[in-house]
T-cell receptor, first 112, second 116 residues
Framework: DAKTTQPTSMDCAEGRAANLPCNHS???????VYWYRQIHSQGPQYIIH???NNETNEMASLIITEDRKSSTLILPHATLRDTAVYYC?????????????FGGGTRLMVKP | GAGVSQTPSNKVTEKGKYVELRCDPI?????LYWYRQSLGQGPEFLIY????????DSGLPNDRFFAVRPEGSVSTLKIQRTERGDSAVYLC??????????????FGPGTRLTVL
């Protein structure tokens, strides 16, 4: 699976949009971009995933650049409960086992 | 509905002892995963079960680690002759199927293992 690069930490004001970047310059054509987050003392939680089109669900939006070498997770109106470590993961479609390869993630701190 | 549960939530043991960590996946999920998370790092894959069989155990660090899932539901991670370096949070996840990109993994809260 391709390697991802994320900033170590970010701050965001409550109520503002949080934009979390991820670089995956070696991504292959059959690899998807996944985002998970981990709130303190909990297990990781799935947020969203995409291949090349932008995706939106009730939690967030995922913007993938046209060359697919980077993406941005957008939390449109961050709340204090969104404070967590956010992991960007690239993985092959239909991969047997589909284990997740986590990097260091971005520690997002939402401040009042 | 009930999510993935793990017991115990905390386990303290002494170096050299044997421990068992239990995972109850979401009912009906055929795929089950174990991960280990050291302080300040992301989770690392240990082993993956599809049904009763271990389909991929390439993440197990050595032969002191073993996991079973005899009836295709509950799984137990077993660690023999524990070492201080085994101290970590052990996470379990399940998903409806093993393959495919839409099968998100649902994680339990983890078991925090401390080896003194």
């Amino acid at each position: 699976d391709a390697k991802t690069t994320q900033p170590t930490s970010m701050d965001c004001a409550e109520g503002r949009a949080a934009n979390l970047p991820c670089n995956h310059s070696t991504i292959s054509g059959n690899e998807y971009v996944y985002w998970y987050r981990q709130i303190h003392s909990q297990g990781p939680q799935y947020i969203i995933h995409g291949l090349k089109n932008n995706e939106t669900n009730e939690m967030a939006s995922l913007i993938i650049t046209e060359d697919r070498k980077s993406s941005t997770l957008i939390l449109p109106h961050a709340t204090l409960r969104d404070t967590a470590v956010y992991y960007c993961i690239v993985r092959v479609a239909m991969d047997a086992g589909n284990m997740l390869t986590f990097g260091g993630g971005t520690r997002l701190m939402v401040k009042p | 509905g009930a999510g993935v549960s793990q017991t115990p939530s905390n386990k303290v043991t002494e170096k050299g002892k044997y421990v068992e960590l239990r995972c109850d996946p979401i009912s009906g999920h055929t795929a089950l995963y174990w991960y280990r998370q050291s302080l300040g790092q992301g989770p690392e894959f240990l082993i993956y079960f599809q049904g009763t069989g271990a389909a991929d155990d390439s993440g197990l660090p050595n032969d002191r680690f073993f996991a079973v899932r005899p009836e295709g539901s509950v799984s137990t991670l077993k660690i023999q002759r524990t070492e201080r370096g085994d101290s970590a949070v052990y996470l379990c996840a399940s998903s409806p199927m093993g393959g495919g990109t839409d099968n998100e993994q649902f994680f339990g809260p983890g078991t925090r293992l401390t080896v003194l």
